[in-house]
């Protein structure tokens, strides 16, 4: 906007020159003030970019000795208020929800819990208050009063990371306990003294904070009572305690001469507060509670039960309207949380209820197993016997309607339907690579498999030689062909008729399947040098661009980690120190005082290309844990910082005039 009466004035001189006094010269002044008086129509004058400000307020802001839980502000114009129930964080925390509300130019807080002796109350409003007209955000707002004689000034700011993938971590609660008062279970039966919220950058600032020794929690509050009280409540925790401090700094401060050209860059004198990097790894506990999700027979050959946890204490069935010894086939997750039980007896499959009662260990409400029996289960088959039969019957008709026409044609036709072979799935067709798993999968358990009937060869100088093999049963449908298979090589798996024949009487086809496995040239090899962490092991992950993990190598006793035959293409590397040696990332257990295994990223794309072999050196804590996640892989993007449109600067250049900003 114009900042002074004199620059209004210099502006119509400017541009009404050619027009003389008189009755016309009114007409004009008129039309320009009553344009100047529409803020915000493109044809009426100055836009309102001017955020709006406090005037007053009741108690007054940083008030001391205040008695009343009511707090009245006062602004300067109409305002609104984005999302309160998430944007305006109360500290120390109200147990009890406070009342919220906006009214034209005011905004209305009514505290329900009592005040607290001699402690600095704050409101933080952050960007929540903007305008009502034209949207211009406040900026970060925070009110503040004490009950004592003093306000508390001191602040600690930080991140909050999922401990998983280095992830932040929007709107959760991050709040601080006296370290004097702490001990192992405040957490679990106390509210935090203070706390703020998370941005979408995962940074919070607490604020209002008196000087001493803090423990600082973060806590993902499921309930609202800001303690840790169910085991789903997302938690991070630092087990040393942190003394608030503050120091006079100065950081850059740019000037814009408009908005593509800087004026000038000034250091701005500040006042630090410390610490301002407190990094939290927040995790889930697991999740131990056991219990039954569901039974169903989605398949009429077999009945799935699901848990919410596993164990290794199988469930025991006894069938109700069928003989439950031997009629199973078990095929177990890895977990043991989901249980599949194939039934073997092909009179079970075509029953279509099964009566059961189901034994099996349950959380109680202590948390303790427990035997816990469900009797009487239906189990029904989703498409009953009788429309199975149905549909087989249809299929049957239609060969034979496809047979008759080939015999009217006197053309090859059968008079028997030939029975459904066996399917076995291959991991591998056509190519694939050197360290590439070949699998066979099979569509239901089998009664017999004739490892004999299975040939693998290979291509030396144009002439197929036999090449040694092992086939190895790995699951309760899954067999490998473990073999030396050398790059560059092309080979030839062959498989006999009825070499594989299922619980269910079906057998295979002969099979045979080339292979050619792609050769050195085709790849590249990484090796990384890993420094900054001493531990038994580290594991180095290799993910894409969406963050899955494509390979993972552990460290070896040089500090490196070897990926070779890696396909050319672009990844990010990540790393976890496995303390327990079980080859995977575990979380953390409060009361055991057990972090969740330590992750760590590298911050920079890796390309690799067909015959380079890259090598890195990767130094683990190099950077703060909360800059290390490359920017493509983090999916909590930053909150849409709120800015002034500041649309006079255009309006200026279009009327060919200087635009200059008030300070005020």
């Known amino acids: 906007m114009i900042t002074t009466k004199e620059n209004i004035s210099k502006l119509i001189a400017k541009l009404f020159t050619p027009l003389h006094s008189g009755r016309g010269w009114g007409w004009v002044c008129l039309f320009l003030l009553a344009s100047c008086a529409r803020m915000g129509s493109p044809d009426g004058g100055w836009y309102d970019d001017t955020p709006p400000s406090v005037v007053s307020a009741t108690p007054d802001d940083k008030a001391t000795d205040v008695k009343a839980t009511k707090v009245t502000i006062n602004f300067n114009e109409y305002i609104k208020l984005e999302d309160a129930q998430n944007k305006v964080v109360i500290s120390p925390p109200q147990l009890e929800m406070p009342e919220i509300k906006t009214s034209g130019k005011r905004i209305v807080v009514e505290l329900k819990d009592s005040l607290k002796e001699n402690t600095t109350y704050t409101i933080d409003f952050s960007d929540a208050i903007s305008d009502n007209n034209e949207g211009n955000p406040m900026g970060n707002y925070t009110y ?3 009950t004592g004689d003093h306000i508390d000034t001191l602040e600690v700011s930080g991140y909050c990371l999922n401990a998983e993938d280095l992830e932040p971590i929007k709107g959760i609660l991050v709040g601080l306990y006296d370290s004097e008062h702490f001990a192992d279970t405040t957490f679990h039966h106390e509210p935090m003294i203070r706390v703020s919220r998370t941005n979408g950058s995962g940074q919070f600032t607490i604020k209002g904070v008196a000087p001493g020794n803090y423990r600082i929690c ?37 000037i814009w001469r408009d908005s593509l050209h800087i004026e000038d860059i000034i250091r701005k004198p500040y006042t630090h507060f410390l610490p301002d990097d407190v990094t939290l790894l927040c995790f889930q506990e697991p999740q131990t509670d056991r219990y039954l999700i569901k039974t169903e027979r989605k398949d009429p050959e077999k009945v799935a039960l699901y848990f919410t946890y596993g164990n290794d204490s199988l469930p025991i069935i006894h069938g109700l309207n069928f003989d439950a010894a031997d009629a199973f086939i078990l095929e177990a997750s890895e977990q043991k949380d989901t249980l599949v039980y194939w039934l073997a007896d092909t009179t079970l499959v075509n029953q279509d209820t099964l009566r059961m009662n189901i034994t099996y260990l349950m959380t109680d409400t202590l948390g303790h197993l427990v035997e816990q029996t469900d009797s009487a289960i239906e189990v029904l088959a989703k498409v009953s016997y009788e429309k199975r039969q149905k549909e087989k019957q249809k299929a049957f008709e239609k060969w034979q309607k496809e047979q008759e026409k080939k015999r009217k044609r006197e053309q090859p036709y059968d008079s028997i339907m030939p029975p459904e072979f066996l399917k076995p799935k291959l991991s591998a067709s056509g190519q694939m690579d050197p360290l590439q798993r070949l699998t066979i999968e099979m569509p239901e358990p089998l ?27 790995y699951s309760t449908r899954g067999y490998q062909i473990l073999a030396d298979f050398t790059p560059g090589t092309e080979y030839s798996l062959e498989i006999d008729s009825a070499a594989f024949q299922g619980i269910y009487g079906q057998v295979s086809d002969d099979l045979k399947q080339g292979l050619k496995v792609r050769s050195e040239e085709e790849f590249g090899t990484l090796a990384v040098e890993i420094s900054g962490v001493e531990a038994d092991s580290i594991i180095v992950q290799l993910l894409d661009a969406s963050g899955k993990v494509q390979r993972q190598a552990l460290v070896d006793r040089d500090h490196i980690a070897d990926f070779i035959y890696l396909k050319p293409g672009e990844y990010y590397m990540k790393a976890f ?24 990223y590298y911050p920079e794309e890796i390309a690799c290309k067909a015959k380079w072999d890259l090598t890195r050196s990767w130094n683990l804590t190099d950077r703060p844990r909360y800059q290390q996640k490359p920017a493509k892989l983090i999916k909590q993007k930053p909150d849409q910082q709120k800015k002034l449109k500041n649309r006079n600067i255009e309006r200026a250049r279009q009327l060919g005039i200087q635009y200059v900003k008030s300070d005020k």
């Open 577 to 600: 120190v496995d303390q327990n040696g079980n080859g995977r990332w575990d979380t953390g257990l409060y009361d055991q005082d057990l972090q969740a295994e330590p992750v760590y």
């Open 447 to 473: 009664a017999h498999c004739d490892t004999s009937a299975v040939h693998l060869y290979c291509m030396v100088d144009s002439v197929w030689y036999r090449v040694p093999h092992e086939m190895r049963q």
């Open 144 to 146: 503040s009063f004490s």
């Open 218 to 254: 973060a806590l993902q509050d499921v309930d609202g009572d800001f303690i840790f009280g169910q085991k789903n409540e997302t938690i991070g925790y630092l087990r040393d305690s942190i003394v608030p401090s503050w120091k006079p700094d100065t950081r850059p401060d740019t």
